[in-house]
């Protein structure tokens, strides 16, 4: 067996299958928490990839995975965007129609009734509704990635999805 | 909301279906792909390979083996590895063991990603060469040893030049502090004047030589054209060319004028 260093990106074959595998959640994550701005979306991710060729030496994948990693290369990007941004100024893209395609037309505005309701959650609320529900993560990786406790993490999460339901079925 | 329902509801944000441009995706691909291959130096392949076959037969033996193997290379790296370095630090252009002394500046390039470090090691390597030459002046060594001395001082100082820029760049792009970037600046400059005296004394040196040799040569001719009536005087004006060749080859190296800003060309 060949030895495997702890720290850093093997190669830059692994950060291409990287990219091909999780281009599109990266993407996903980044756009949906800059108000569905696609293009700015696209360019971000594109920076996500680019950081992390940068900074390989930096990721060790005794701590984390590669896929946490470039999530949270991609979290800091966005905080960096709000920031540069100011994004609570970034206005809500409602021409979501063109993402939700191969869809019925139920299922398409039942998707775009859940994007325009996440956008009126809070910035934290938000992210971990991304994260939990629409990528997938466990409640331990987001406890890791956003700096909080387990329990407080997963109170959390629930209290956001239950905001995001009642905010769909109009309660609030 | 039953179970069911938020199951379901869990399962239409699984499935939202956000994806990014097929365009973007493959140009983002190709654009990454040349980003890796322009920054992947080429001998990283062959080192990789070294380094995993001597791995592969170093994990064939027990761990008892391993340990003595592992005693008795480290005790032969350190003893040979410590007198031979010690003696090829001292070691001057031309010395048998100067070559040592540069394969392990090469390998001690190896091990320096960070660009502040390697341009500190890059005019660390500089100052050993400028001090090289200043030995060689003053053991009064032959002009060609001399040459080869300023060649390699001139050459070492191009580095330092690529990696202060190299560092200049980081810096603008954010990845190296601007005190690091001050450190390295602030040296460079002492080290541009070091350098420039350097050169001058080497100037001034090859000026004296010449005007001995040429002294010389004078009284050789003289006596020569004492045999020989008819030219006298014309000896001078023939030994010109040849100290115009030898101060061109001086001149070339150590010039200083216009150099002490060259790094910073094209840079902002």
Redesign the interface.
Known sequence: ???KSKAGLD??KD??EA??KL??SI??YI??RINCQ?EL??DL??EV??KA??NR?AFDKTKSSLKNWLFIIARNIVIDQYRKAKLHAIPYNEEIHD?????DID?TL??EQ??QNLNKLSKEEKEL?ILR??E?FSIREISEMIGKKYTATKISIYRA?DKL?DTI?GKK | ?GKNN?DN??E???N??????KD??LT??Q???R???K??PKKESLRNRF??FN??IF?TMNTKAKLFVALGVGICVLLIGGTTAYAAEASVPGDFLYSVDKAMESLQRSFT?DPEKSAQLEMDILDERMQELERLQERKESQERINEAVQEVEAQRERVQERVRNMEEKHNEG?VEDQAKERVMNRYENQNETHNEIMEQVKNQNQKNKDIDSTDSLNVNVSDSEDTQGEPGGVGVQQRPQDQDRDGSIGEGGSNEGDSDKPREGWD
């Open positions: 067996m060949h030895p190669s830059g950060l291409l990219f091909k281009n599109t993407f996903r756009y949906l696609k979306a696209q991710t594109q990839f680019e060729w940068k030496e993402l939700a395609i191969e869809q299922n039942m998707y859940i994007i509704i529900f629409i997938g999805l339901r079925n | 909301m938020q509801f869990i239409k944000l699984n939202l279906p956000i994806v990014p441009d973007w995706q983002t691909y654009y990454l792909n980003m890796i291959q920054d992947v380094v995993n791995f592969l994990s990603n990845e």
